[in-house]
């Protein structure tokens, strides 16, 4: 197993590089000029030579990409070509509101999808069943900010239960944050509870199928039990994948939620970087998604080996 470890580490060496070079080659060849954007429309070519030469933007693009790539083996992710501050400090100041997000989410998720794919599968091919499977795809057809808007309107809007937008920090109260947070959760989670129950109930409908279950109905334990114990560690890897995918599909679906409920999480920033061609921070930001992305896949590998140890590397 740490063998296993230490070559996935070191297989994310390339990733991570090759990441780097997608985005900072984007960035390059997409249109517009960041100098224009800081110095305005009425700068004159002098002035925005002059900017472009303090933000190294007139060195050719692989001279700029070398540069660059020396910075982040010191661990330095630049600095704001708008603001002058330090991206790695941006990122620390925004990544707490996403990652409570994230894990509000994902705990919901959990909470809502495993006990209906699990009721699901107990009650195949009645009603109930349907039912579940009939929301499922109704919560895979609704985009989050679709979701979003609606719950602002009725929740916030009309009944006036929650914040229509922002954020309230942890030092203001656990109530209120996670007042705050519930809605941006729901609205995130639709698609992964969708996803997530689906992926729950037919992974226990084919095990339920299996032989060693049918021997554990033979010695009479009670369907519940063999259900839950015997069904769901059984179905556990499927359903571990799955959610590791949703996981690291959090990472794009936060850009929209934020958004939509002014949330000054890393999707906010993002947001903020692109429009202004902020290249430092969009970089720092994409590679510090990239890096999260690759240690959920490494913790899904993990995982596998903790439900059902015939799986080794």
Do not use: C
């Not at 933007?57 to 708008?82: C, T, Y």
Request: no cysteine; glycine share 8%; aromatic share 8%.
């Amino acid at each position: 197993m740490l063998a296993y470890l230490l070559r996935r580490i070191v297989a994310t060496i390339p990733v991570i590089l090759m990441v780097a070079v997608v985005v900072f080659s984007l960035l390059r060849l997409t249109p517009g000029d960041p100098a224009a954007i800081l110095a305005g429309d009425d700068a004159s070519e002098e002035q925005l030579s002059k900017i472009r030469v303090n933000m190294g933007l007139d060195k050719p693009i692989h001279v700029q990409f070398a540069v660059w790539i020396m910075q982040l083996l010191r661990g330095n992710f630049g600095e704001s070509l708008l603001s002058g501050t330090s991206v790695s400090s941006m990122i620390a100041d925004r990544v707490g509101p996403t990652a409570m997000l994230a894990l509000f989410t994902i705990v919901l998720t959990l909470v809502v999808a495993i006990p209906l794919g699990t009721f699901a599968a107990a009650k195949r091919g009645k009603w109930i069943d349907r039912m579940v499977m009939t929301v499922s795809v109704l919560g895979f057809s609704l985009p989050s900010f679709v979701i979003g808007y609606m719950l602002i309107y009725f929740f916030a809007l009309k009944l006036g239960w929650f914040p229509v937008q922002g954020f309230a920090p942890e030092g203001s109260g656990i109530a209120k944050t996670l007042q705050h947070l519930l809605l941006p959760a729901i609205a995130l989670s639709g698609l992964y509870i969708a996803l997530v129950a689906r992926i729950t109930r037919s992974s226990l409908v084919e095990v339920m199928g299996e032989d060693f279950i049918r021997t554990e109905r033979a010695k009479g334990a009670k369907e519940s039990s063999i259900l839950l114990r015997q069904g769901l560690r059984n179905a556990a890897v499927p359903i571990v994948t799955v959610v590791g995918i949703g996981v690291a599909s959090l990472i794009t679906g936060v850009v929209v939620t934020e958004s939509v409920f002014n949330l000054p999480g890393l999707g906010r920033l993002v947001v903020e970087a692109v429009l202004a061609r902020d290249y430092p921070v969009i970089q720092g930001v994409t590679l510090f998604f990239s890096f999260v992305y690759i240690l959920i896949n490494l913790a899904v590998d993990v995982l596998y080996t903790v439900f059902d140890p015939r799986i080794r590397y």
